[in-house]
């Protein structure tokens, strides 16, 4: 029977049965929106389940909804967290760095559906440096323990993004003359300083990326910001791993220290950052003969036109002097 959500009582038992290790009955719900928008949503449910041996149980849960749409450069991303727990990739993960727990997933022509783990933990900008530095090393000990492993498995999981897709996205944004052009004109309001930072990248882009090409292929989750990342007890809880795929090592650090940033403290992070992860991707892998990592680079790469896009279409000054504060803290970075 349809409750409400589109939710039916049937499938929350079967859902609650495992998340709870009891036999369920019967159920009572309510449901908080946590993210989402046109194309899914992911709600927090909640309430008291009832077993057959006439236990109350509260419960928390998050059911996940993505419907089909195409990423561009990446078609099948809609539908890759199902097919990753559908790969039993909680295999590669450890106590200490994992994804949450999938109780139920579904899959139709147009339309994924996962039940899993409620992660409660702090997360976004109350991330503290410490936490930061943890989060980093925990990645680099994935990584590296991984690529040094090499699990037979992950060759079989066909439905992950491609190693040069940072690259593609960075080209795609390139071409696109409304910041292309932009940075270069006589009346761009950006400082110049900065223009040049980004002109310069653009201008030595084959030899750097000729440089981030000899770097050790990793899985990489790709959508490795703090709205994704949570602190808990301790330990590292990542969710949304729908970009994930292989990609270059140092390129899920880029993304922590520059999308959506902590810009206040940026340029310290990136610093305990690199070198945190550095150390614990070197617990697995003899690294030693990589002197750089090349993430101001990639950076660059990733977020600078993505900054000036950002300036250029701000709707507030202080939208605009956030780009411009972003960007001045890329350049005040040295290359690690």
Not at 269 to 291: P, Q
């Amino acid at each position: 029977m349809i409750i409400k959500d589109n939710i039916t009582s049937e499938i929350l038992i079967k859902v609650l049965g495992k998340a709870l290790g009891q036999d369920i009955k019967e159920v009572s719900y309510e449901t908080e929106q946590l993210q989402g928008g046109t194309v899914g949503e992911i709600k927090l449910v909640y309430g008291v389940a009832r077993t057959t041996g006439e236990k109350e149980l509260p419960y928390k849960i998050v059911y996940k909804r993505q419907t089909k749409w195409e990423r561009y450069g990446d078609p099948d991303s809609w539908r890759r967290e199902f097919d990753l727990y559908e790969a039993n990739l909680d295999t590669v993960f450890s106590n200490s760095f994992r994804w949450p727990k999938c109780y139920y997933a579904e899959l139709s022509e147009d339309e994924t559906q996962i039940w899993m783990e409620y992660i409660d933990g702090i997360s976004g900008l109350k991330l503290t440096g410490a936490m930061y530095e943890q989060v980093a090393g925990e990645l680099g000990r994935f990584q590296g323990r991984l690529y040094a492993q090499q699990p037979e498995f992950l060759n079989t999981v066909t439905n992950l993004s491609k190693k040069e897709y940072s690259k593609n996205f960075y080209l795609h944004y390139r071409s696109w003359n409304e910041v292309y052009d932009y940075i270069r004109a006589e009346d761009c309001e950006i400082p110049r300083y900065l223009c040049e930072m980004l002109i310069d990248a653009d201008e030595r882009s084959d030899e750097i990326w000729a440089n981030i090409d000899r770097l050790p292929i990793v899985l990489c989750h790709r959508d490795f910001w703090v709205a994704n990342i949570f602190y808990a007890d301790q330990n590292i809880r990542l969710i949304d791993w729908d970009t994930a795929g292989w990609g270059y090592m140092g390129e899920d650090i880029a993304s922590l220290i520059a999308d959506e940033a902590d810009v206040a403290h940026m340029v310290e992070y990136y610093g305990r950052c690199v070198k945190a992860y550095y150390k614990g991707f070197s617990e697995y892998v003899d690294i030693s003969h990589i002197k750089s990592l090349y993430v101001k680079e990639l950076i660059l790469f990733m977020f600078g036109y993505r900054l000036v896009e950002g300036y250029k279409f701000a709707g507030t000054s202080e939208e605009r002097a956030l780009q411009i504060e972003t960007l001045h803290k890329i350049y005040e970075m040295e290359v690690l």
